[in-house]
């Protein structure tokens, strides 16, 4: 049962603090491109921010359950305040800290709230490398900054299908075509940063090929089916529905958002996947 509800919150607090991130890294991105819908994307992601701090402070309080086994642990005061002194508390406290950034940002007006709410996002995208398996391995020092990368690209994805949809809502065809052009180009580059971050990342975090069939390694292999399922939905989006919303079609608006919500639950998904690998699993077991 503790077990269930703590990594049920972790997932939680993966979408929900990634969301929120990705969102301010699109405002970062694209604000003078949105006529319309500037605003609320700002908001959604100061609410998704808000939101996100509550689960993450939840996630860190239940953590003491899977301890001792039961819910009783979250009101056991020693184990909170040595759990608050460890990696986790750590890593609460950078990615609370990211998270307000990024609420600030939101509220505020000027190129200086873009800044803040930029370092937020950042530091959201740090907080992930400050525990796990990652910082535990002796290869640490490739590890963490690849791991960065990863979850940055991660961010910027996942928390650009939100504003992409509100944008071919509220934009002109016009303008919602060049958004959707312009995330696409970065995409290009972006995408395969991301896919050879994974890469590398289990080519030294798995100790040898068997460790594919363990439930670890099985669970990868769900993420990289995943990571497939959104190339296919991202080609279409940017060779055929993209070019069709800038000549008009009001049906290709309609068809943009229905893929783009698609690519948002499989990255949730993932999201969930991951918390339950990183959670309950080890890359050697």
């Known amino acids: 049962m503790a077990d269930s509800i703590a990594i049920g919150l972790r997932a939680l607090a993966f979408i929900a603090a990634l969301q929120a991130a990705g969102a301010s890294l699109f405002l970062s991105l694209f604000a003078e491109d949105l006529e319309h819908a500037g605003a609320a994307v700002r908001s959604f992601a100061g609410r998704t921010a808000a939101a996100a701090a509550l689960i993450v402070v939840a996630h860190q ?6 301890l001792t086994g039961d819910l009783s642990g979250v009101l056991d005061g020693s184990l909170q305040a040595v759990l608050l002194a460890s990696d986790i508390g750590t890593t609460t406290s950078i990615r609370i800290l990211g998270l307000a950034l990024i609420l600030i940002g939101g509220v505020a007006n000027g190129r200086a709230s873009g ?4 370092a937020g996002s950042t530091l959201v995208a740090v907080s992930f490398a400050l525990m796990g398996h990652t910082a535990a391995a002796d290869e640490r020092w490739i590890l963490a900054p690849v791991l960065f990368l990863h979850l940055f690209i991660v961010a910027f994805w996942f928390g650009a299908l939100w504003p992409l949809h509100l944008a071919t809502r509220l934009e002109s065809a016009g303008t919602a075509a060049r958004v959707v052009e312009r995330f696409s180009r970065l995409a290009v580059w972006w995408v395969p940063a991301l896919f050879l971050a994974g890469v590398v990342m289990a080519a030294v975090l798995l100790p040898d090929l068997a460790a594919l069939a363990t439930p670890y390694g099985m669970l990868l292999w769900v993420k990289v089916s995943g990571f497939a399922l ?3 939905l991202a080609s ?3 060779w055929r529905l993209g070019p069709r919303i800038g000549r008009g079609q009001d049906s ?4 943009l958002r229905v893929s783009l919500s698609a690519e948002w639950l499989i990255i949730a998904a993932v999201l969930a996947v991951t918390a339950v690998m990183t959670g309950l699993y080890s890359p050697s077991h």
């Not at 290709?252 to 068809?255: E, G, Q």
Request: hydrophobic share 65%; glycine share 4%; proline share 5%.
């Open 61 to 66: 309080l239940v953590e003491p359950a899977r």
């Open 115 to 118: 800044l803040v709410a930029l």
């Open 230 to 232: 959104l190339m296919g």
């Open 236 to 238: 279409v989006n940017k």
């Open 252 to 255: 290709a608006a309609r068809l």
